[in-house]
């Protein structure tokens, strides 16, 4: 018998609109594991390979003024030694006596054994020029410590005061909407529309928050260094434009760092 | 078996001259100096952007008393929910309640104020409520960060905006609306009306997603 | 020269499970950049691999594969040390061709 499209057409409308408060509701309840599936199928072929790549040619390179490449840039655990010292990172250096988040002293290498000006690295806007090679350096130092244990340091008194100071900065409060980081990191299970928010002022577990960056970004096709993560925050926390490796972000990075202690780091990792 | 109390003592003893040496060794920074050594840091840590400029870091009563991982005290939570009583505007000519189909599109707009929005008119600027909020049964895509707003007015037995028994309600999200920290010294809901982010006619379009009988919030 | 592919190939069972990260914008065509001119269609066109010399696939691609596409396939009969080879040709002619081994 030929099914008439008109009554194919009703039922499957029928169907549609009884199936529709059930959608929602298995959406409801899927959503989150429909991102993760979405994340899983993305784990296979991160782009972030590419810069990991890039990272790794740029570490062994002779460039700069000086014509040297970083194989002598000490990362916290000796000069050239690069596995293990992302975990490590943000930690205080004697050379500099600051302590310093992994990009910072990246640029730290490029100017005092390449010859490169790390002033002028500050200013330029993410992914262009040398700040697109430091986020590609990171991205490869990240890499050497895949898998690793977030590990920071807290034995220095610069140490120890990097992780007070972030602390405090994590809490401020400011601009036009009141935001602070701690507003919407510092709570368990929240989320905004359907992004779920890690609380950031203890552990949130492994490959989450702190170690999940630096991280490739699907939806602009761009890789995203912690710098850059900070910053697009406080953008979005609508403050004014913080600056490249600015004490502040090296004490939230400590901040952070500290309270992921034994976090498994999954970087470069990718996001939507 | 006497050689034990005497490792225990010997032990205690080196323990004691320990901590004693350590007593000697300069302290930290105190919580004070912390507090204005970050203050110092944050000021020269920023530079304008676009809209964004650097005055938005200088901090009225409502931010400071906020800005710690401790409650501030009754004193000064008090003082906060006075000042922001104080700033609330009423409409002009009484005109609360607006279009709930307008206040839909500002509650699922989350633009405005970034250094990337080029201008910082109110017009430019949505409310950001599903961000935080259930709103509508309809929209899945909501936050969690503040409490579910769907069935607002119904629940709070608002059958007829124009109804004296309604006026109060009306008042108390007007205000809520305006200035959160009017009741809750540290809201971490944005003070829409007092910041300048919405003006009073987006915020009457949105007090009729939450309140008019007719918005699909309250069905 | 453009950026080189990330190629794995490794073995699983009696196929070889080769995976490619490739890098290149595929613009569009149809995108305004911030002053509204269309940013112009720049996309790989066509991508060859091969086995040991021996064509095993040809794809024709459009603007619709996304920014640094990631292609995966299987070749039967590969073995251990077999080699791979990869390439793309773009809308502008431009090419790039990278090689791994079956691990």
Known sequence: M???????????????????????????????????EYRKMLEDGNPADLFEAKGEDLWKQKRGPKAASLERCDLGKGPGVVKGTFVELPRFFADTGKVQDLESRLVTCMETLQGFDAAEIAKTPFGRGEMANVTALATWVAASSRGMRFNLP??????????????RVFFFRGGPMDFSCAGCHSVDGQRIRL?????????????????????????????????????????????????????????????????????????????? | MTK?????????????VLLASCA??????????????????????????????????????????????????????????AQAKNTVKWPTGGQYIGNWREGERIAQSGRGLTWTDSSAATSANGGSCYNCHQVSKEEISYGTIGPSLYNYGKNRGVRDIMAPTSQPIIEYTWMKIWNSKSYNACSNMPRFGHMGILDEKQIAHVMALLLDPNSPVNK | MADPMRIRAQMAGDKATVRVLMSHEMETGQRRD?????????????????????????????PSIAKNPFLQFSVKGAKTGDKITVNWIDNKGDKRTDEATVT
């Not at chain 1, 220095?156 to 602390?167: D, Q, V, W």
């Not at chain 2, 034990?4 to 004691?16: G, I, N, T, W």
């Not at chain 3, 911030?34 to 459009?62: C, D, M, R, Y």
């Open chain 3, 34 to 62: 911030a002053a509204g001119k269309v940013v112009p269609a720049w996309f790989i066109q066509e991508v060859s691999a091969s086995h040991n010399g021996k064509a095993v696939l040809t794809a024709q691609w459009g």
């Open chain 2, 4 to 16: 034990k109390p005497f490792l225990f003592s010997l032990a205690a003893v080196s323990a004691a």
């Open chain 1, 2 to 36: 030929k099914k008439s499209p008109h009554m194919t057409a009703l039922t499957a409308a029928v169907l549609v609109a009884a199936m529709a408060p059930m959608a929602v509701q298995a959406q409801q309840k899927s959503t989150a594991d429909g991102i993760a």
């Open chain 1, 154 to 167: 807290q034995s220095h008194p610069e140490e120890k005061k990097s992780y007070e100071i972030g602390k």
């Open chain 1, 195 to 272: 992004q779920d928010l890690p609380n950031l002022t203890k552990n949130p577990g492994d490959g989450v928050g702190f170690a999940a960056w630096p991280a490739y970004r699907v939806s602009n096709g761009q890789m995203w260094s912690m710098q850059l993560r900070l910053n697009d925050c406080y953008r979005q926390q609508r403050f004014p434009y913080p600056g490249f490796a600015s004490d502040i972000t090296v004490a939230l990075g400590t901040y952070m760092g500290v309270n992921a202690k034994g976090a498994q780091s999954i970087a470069p990792s990718i996001k939507r």
């Open chain 2, 24 to 81: 000697s060794v300069p302290a930290g920074p105190t919580a004070a100096e912390l507090d204005a050594e970050t203050l110092k840091l944050i000021q020269v840590a920023f530079r304008d952007q676009g809209i964004a400029k650097v005055d938005r870091i200088k901090q009225d009563l409502g931010q400071s008393a906020c800005s710690s991982d401790k409650e501030p005290t009754e004193a000064v939570a008090d003082a906060v929910t």
